[in-house]
């Protein structure tokens, strides 16, 4: 099972296919300004793939795949039905405006529309974590010099003089029966291997409150007026006195035990002013 | 429980902001270049030393979360000797190994996970263009600051102190995990400061961004002029168009650093700047 799962996950995590057929898009004739930086966010999915998130003509956003092993863009089937975006009659379409979040817009983007294996595979497998729309490859990466450092929250993307050659298919040698063989197992594999389905993140409820270190002690530094925090009565100079059987040493722990907390669910405080202790609760709101 | 945990720590991996404190490097490191040539079909390709053996070209994919080098290379640079053999394997998989070092020009990197197998994509490009061996990608390149640039057909890498964690290990632990769980939770997603204000997002809206609700009037978001009934369009340069979008970019935004944020008031767009403060 392990085995038949890992032989499934190498297949579809590694090179999208490249082109069968020598169809290349014949012109491209993207505008841009040269030398432009964007500063482009991204997230490194379970499987380690970088993913960024583009809006399509203005609908969106949609999630692609950011990989140098695919030959061209590649949007799903069911992302361009549902923009009304139509492959032309080599699998080709255009796509009027592509706009990647962090401020860049690519007109007049070039793309497959396509279904590649891989991208079924990780979809239904739940491997990224969000539904897969489709695949940024060569032609539309080479215009830019793209900075990947995974030590940073955003990628860099430096516009380049260059408008990259359309790439090309293999010509009939590429069909193997291995390729195959791989895209059945896929499929095969995902039918029963796939995650369960995740239910939508929620935010973190919120207090309203911030809390400092004092010495030994936990002192409330301030309350925002008519947050949950100051609603339950909670006042600036407060000192808390219960939190050690919480966990909380210091006022940052706070940040930890409340790290799933949801708008609803209650804290207790016990707290002490002019020496005097009582306990306070405070429901959390809707927040950040 | 273990496989909670273990869950738990690969869900934030996916969702946690991917910020590590890197470790003292030298600051000033030179990038190393190196060049890549480009196959007709778009792909690059890379001459790589394996174990001191080769060179070898394998095709540089960023889009790889393993390594993977075929048997007849593998075979001859050693890899096969610790390779852990799965009981079932599909075009020619050998398990895991470790390559001791991999060179690409003057860089070299010392034990890098591969996987060795026949891909048959690789088989089937080598056949039509060339001998390509394997495929360099995740567990090599996110060791470094790396820039790629098509018109120059070069690569930079300059060491930023990441250390990619087993990709299949991890996800084969986590499917696992995730298969035997019957009842996911959702996850919270917690923002790394206080902002002050709360949003919302209709399930029929359909309009870019999500509608401010509250605004605490001596809120970090309050003092940087945020008012009920403005769209957040943008939060620190990422898409907020639903609430899971507006915490996730929230949760990338530490106390104290100012961040841009776009609204639409009036129909017209208009940027503010606020700096988040400490607290929850």
């Known amino acids: 099972m392990k085995a038949l799962w890992l032989s499934a996950c190498l297949a579809v995590c590694c090179l999208a296919p490249p082109l069968m057929r020598a169809d290349a898009p014949k012109k491209d004739d993207g505008k841009k300004t040269e030398g432009t930086a964007y500063q482009v966010p991204y997230k490194l999915t379970e499987v380690k793939h970088v993913l960024i998130r583009a809006k399509i003509n203005g609908k969106g956003p949609f999630n692609f795949i950011l990989d140098t092993g695919a030959p061209s863009l590649f949007v799903s089937t069911k992302t361009c039905k549902k923009l009304g975006i139509e492959p032309d009659d080599k699998g080709w379409g255009t796509f009027d405006r592509f706009d990647i979040e962090g401020g860049l817009s690519i007109p007049k983007a070039k793309g497959r529309i396509d279904d590649p294996f891989q991208l079924e595979g990780m979809n239904s497998l739940g491997l990224a974590g969000a539904e897969l729309h489709g695949v940024i490859g060569y032609n539309m990466l080479a215009r830019y010099k793209l900075e990947f ?21 293999l010509g009939g040698k590429a069909s193997s029966a291995d390729m195959d063989a791989m895209a059945s197992l896929v499929k095969v594999a995902t039918m029963f291997l796939g995650k369960s389905k995740q239910p939508e993140p929620v935010g973190r409820g919120f207090l309203g409150l911030e809390l400092v270190d004092d010495k030994d002690a936990i002192v409330v530094k301030s309350v925002l007026a008519e947050a949950p925090a100051a609603k339950a009565g909670l006042k600036a100079g407060d000192v808390v006195v219960n939190v050690k059987e919480k966990g909380i040493k210091k006022s940052d722990d706070l940040r930890k035990v409340t790290a799933d907390m949801k708008a609803g669910d209650s804290i207790k405080l016990s707290i002490k002013r002019a020496g005097e202790t009582k306990d306070i609760t405070i429901t959390a709101g809707e927040g950040l | 429980m273990k496989r909670s945990i273990l869950c738990l720590v690969l869900m934030g991996w996916f969702v946690a902001a991917p910020v590590w404190a890197a470790p003292d490097l030298e600051k000033d490191a030179k990038p190393v270049a190196v060049p890549f040539e480009l196959l007709k079909t778009g792909h690059m390709t890379i001459s790589v030393k394996i174990n001191g053996k080769g060179p070898y070209t394998v095709i540089f994919d960023t889009g790889a979360p393993v390594t993977l080098i075929n048997n007849k290379v593998a075979k001859e640079a050693g890899l096969l000797k610790d390779a852990k053999k799965p009981a079932f394997s599909l075009f020619g998989a050998m398990g895991q190994t470790s390559i001791k070092t991999l060179e690409l020009g003057d860089l070299k990197a010392d034990d890098v996970n591969t996987i060795v197998m026949d891909h048959p994509t690789v088989e089937a490009i080598s056949k039509a263009l060339g001998p ?149």
Do not use: C, H
């Open chain 1, 149 to 169: 450092d995974f030590t940073k929250d955003k990628m860099t993307w430096t516009e380049l003089d260059f408008k990259p050659k359309a790439p090309e298919g």
């Open chain 2, 132 to 280: 390509i061996e394997g495929i360099v990608g995740f567990p090599f390149f996110a060791r470094y600051k790396m820039t790629i640039n098509y018109k120059d057909k070069e690569l930079t890498f300059v060491p930023n102190g990441y250390d990619p964690p087993d990709v299949m290990a991890a996800v084969t632990a986590s499917i696992m995990g995730m298969m035997s769980e019957k009842n996911p939770k959702a996850k919270v997603l917690a923002p790394a400061a206080q902002w002050g204000f709360s949003a919302a997002k209709e399930e029929k809206d359909e309009d870019a961004g999500v509608v401010i609700k509250d605004v605490f009037a001596d809120s970090a978001a309050g003092k940087a002029g945020l008012k009920a009934g403005d769209r957040l369009l943008t939060l620190d340069g990422r898409w907020t168009e639903s609430l899971r979008d507006l915490y996730e970019a929230a949760g990338y935004v530490k106390a104290g650093t100012a961040a841009k944020v776009t609204i639409l008031r009036d129909g017209k767009e208009k940027e503010l700047t606020i700096k988040p403060g400490a607290g929850l």
